[in-house]
């Protein structure tokens, strides 16, 4: 059989929580590619994919924006399905309910257990979660969502900092990481089936972000304060606008009046990483800010946030985000377009 004249049925699913551009943009470049034959010579001239929007029941559904989205099918009409893929879904305040979904945790799981591709795009693990076919395995969703997954989910391995984890004993179990990373699952999924070759070819026509440098150059440091912890909770306060001077953590020590050991016990108790580990975090993440926003040198910002030594803050720079300073500041710094001028309103 050609690639071309297999059949891959895919189930987009769609909920109350869901985020009307995740779903429409897995919709349009997964089921579009065989609509794109004035472009036959930049992309596939086929494709194995048919993609539905599917929820618990048929009609429309009004998503997390208020809009609503007409879906194809209801879970009862589809009786097999090759991938499914759980949109990115929108978390309250009040966050994530279990047990609203369970005929449609029910029905991903019946369809799991027919060989289904489970695929959940950022935050749309939480419902996939509910399944437990994810226990024991790693996962990765938006890091501002990392205390609540792991709260709902202490069994699942989760990982803020990758863009896309395959994992299961048929690598069914695909999960990308924070907002766009939709672009690496489709990407990923088109490679799969189509090539590696037919999936580049997708990624430059829609002009599609690949993730290669991970997530840790997106993810904003907040070191947890919900701690409880009062005198961890003032050396907190302390630091963040004391992070750049020399010595530090001895400071913390002397504020705390605890023993060396017993101080930096407790922090790493409260905050989940050491003293150290936390004035370094606050450090490169002042640099990144003043990277994207200033003209400042780079051993300029070193000096600014607490490092005399350029090499060593270059080092740690690259060990946090895993790009060089440099490199961090031709791609996060406004370009000129987007920076603001003045409008004079008569």
């Not at 001239?45 to 618990?56: K, L, Q, R």
């Not at 799991?112 to 996962?139: K, N, P, Q, R």
């Not at 020590?253 to 930096?264: D, E």
Request: with cysteine; net charge positive.
């Amino acid at each position: 059989m050609r690639v071309a004249d297999k059949h891959v049925h895919v189930s987009l699913l769609a909920i109350p929580d869901a985020v009307l551009s995740t779903i429409s943009g897995i919709y349009d470049v997964m089921n579009g590619l065989k609509m794109l034959g004035v472009a036959a010579d930049t992309v596939p001239d086929y494709s194995p994919f048919t993609v539905e929007i599917v929820a618990e029941k048929t009609g429309p559904v009004h998503l997390a924006s208020g809009l609503p989205i007409e879906t194809h099918r209801s879970i009862a009409e589809v009786k097999s399905t090759d991938i499914i893929i759980m949109p990115s879904i929108l978390l309250t305040e009040a966050g994530w309910q279990k047990g609203r979904y369970k005929a449609l945790v029910e029905w991903v799981s019946r369809m799991h257990a027919s060989g289904a591709l489970l695929c959940s795009a950022c935050s749309g693990i939480f419902l996939l979660a509910e399944t437990g076919l994810f226990d024991g395995h790693d996962v990765t969703v938006h890091w501002g969502y990392r205390q609540e997954f792991t709260d709902l989910y202490p069994e699942i391995s989760l990982h803020p900092d990758q863009v896309l984890i395959v994992t299961g004993d048929r690598e069914e179990l695909i999960t990308s990481g924070a907002s766009m990373t939709w672009h690496d699952l489709v990407l990923y999924l088109i490679a799969r089936h189509i090539g590696s070759t037919k999936a580049q070819a997708v990624a430059k026509f829609f002009a599609l972000q690949w993730h290669y440098d991970g997530l840790a150059p997106f993810i904003v440091f907040e070191g947890k304060k919900d701690h409880g912890d009062a005198v961890v909770a003032e050396c907190q306060h302390w630091l963040s606008a004391n992070f750049s001077v020399s010595s530090p953590v001895d400071e913390l020590i002397k504020r705390s009046g605890l023993p060396n050991r017993t101080f930096k016990r407790r922090f790493k108790k409260a905050t989940g990483i050491s003293p150290i580990s936390y004035v370094q975090r606050l450090r490169v993440e002042e640099a990144k800010r003043r990277l994207e926003r200033t003209t400042s040198s780079i051993e300029e910002i070193s000096w600014n946030v607490g490092y005399e030594d350029p090499a060593s803050f270059r080092k740690l720079f690259k060990r946090t985000t895993g790009l060089s300073p440099g490199t961090y500041r031709k791609r996060f710094k406004i370009p000129k377009y987007a920076e603001s001028t003045k409008t004079v309103v008569k």
